[in-house]
């Protein structure tokens, strides 16, 4: 199983500028896509970010220029650059991987448990 972790969510100033953090860990070399997603209580989950094995990059149009992710090279970690935060970006921010499970031949998407964004005007 993959374990994803995410940290450096937090209550911030409208404006100012978040790293989010996503840890991996476990089966870890089996990971190919991975992506962020954001959640309002109530509401339904939106995808913002997604990244590619191979480092290609998409983003949901409401976060474009002002989003950025990424991930290293060992798939240990992946980070979302939040640039100019707004206070329509607060929401709880989660982390997934789709990894391939040898054992299951399939692959399975597996998610964190999110951290908290809180942006105030």
């Known amino acids: 199983q993959v374990q994803l972790v995410e940290s450096g969510g937090g209550l911030v100033q409208a404006g100012v500028s978040l790293r989010l953090s996503c840890a991996a860990s476990?089966?870890?070399?089996?990971?190919?896509?991975m992506a962020w997603s954001r959640q309002v209580p109530g509401n339904e989950r939106e995808l913002v970010a997604t990244i590619a094995s191979v480092g290609t990059t998409n983003y949901a149009d409401s976060v474009k220029g002002q989003f950025t992710i990424s991930r290293d090279g060992t798939n240990n970690a992946m980070y979302l650059q939040i640039n100019s935060l707004k206070p329509e970006d607060t929401a709880v921010y989660y982390c997934?991987?789709?990894?391939?499970?040898?054992?299951?031949?399939?692959?399975?998407?597996?998610w964190g448990q999110g951290t908290q964004v809180t942006v105030s005007s």
């Open positions: 476990g089966s870890i070399f089996s990971i190919k896509g």
């Open positions: 997934y991987a789709d990894s391939f499970v040898a054992e299951a031949s399939r692959d399975y998407r597996y």
